[in-house]
């Protein structure tokens, strides 16, 4: 098996970054949930969304980039989800690993976090149709963590804690009344990658 390295080194590119996370299987956890590092990620050959993003951040500090993480927090009865962010010419775009059709990688032409995060808005909605995502974090500097999240061989639930305790900016207004996703966006959103 290729070294951590080596995998980053060609995944030189935000493209080929995810176009590499698009072909690991993704991780349903049926053994227990999992926090696997970029390293554990390569040997397993499966991630979900936190550890796509961890993977993701640490080819893009292969390559110069900040490792950024964005945490978009759903309600209770929804899954938070989680991106790694780079920036090209002064515009956000996000690297994210899923199992939906939608909640995807996003082009740099986003001029801040919050209009990044904001494209995801319409998208994350229950089976009912009601919309969940409620908050998402500034950017998360993995560089600025002394956990050792690129190459340990135990689950990083001390990192997943300390991004869900980050700071947050609220989305929805205190009081709003959102209109649910109508039939078809529902249906849309049935639509995943890989059976459970």
């Not at 053994?31 to 993003?53: D, N, R």
């Not at 996003?106 to 994350?124: D, N």
């Not at 002394?146 to 609220?170: A, G």
Request: a positive charge; hydrophobic letters at 35%; proline letters at 5%.
């Amino acid at each position: 098996m290729k070294s951590l390295e080596q995998t980053l080194k060609k995944l030189n590119t935000p493209e080929k970054i995810q176009n590499f996370l698009n072909l690991l299987p993704f991780n349903f956890e049926k053994k227990g949930e999992t926090c696997m590092s970029p390293k554990k990620v390569l040997e397993t050959k499966t991630a979900h969304c936190f550890e796509g993003a961890l993977l993701a951040a640490a080819a893009l500090e292969a390559h110069g980039h900040k490792p950024l993480l964005l945490d978009l927090k759903a309600s209770s009865k929804d899954d938070d989800h989680v991106v790694a962010l780079f920036k090209i010419k002064g515009k956000w775009g996000a690297i994210s690993k899923t199992n939906h059709a939608v909640l995807r990688y996003r082009e740099p032409v986003y001029a801040t976090v919050r209009e990044l995060a904001m494209s995801y808005f319409h998208e994350y909605f229950l089976p009912d149709g009601t919309k969940t995502l409620k908050s998402f974090s500034k950017p998360f500097d993995l560089s600025k963590t002394k956990i050792d999240w690129k190459t340990s061989d135990n689950d990083l639930f001390v990192l997943t804690r300390k991004l869900d305790k980050s700071p947050h900016m609220q989305i929805v207004p205190r009081g709003l009344k959102l209109r649910k996703a109508d039939s078809i966006e529902i249906r849309a959103g049935e639509y995943v990658e890989y059976k459970p």
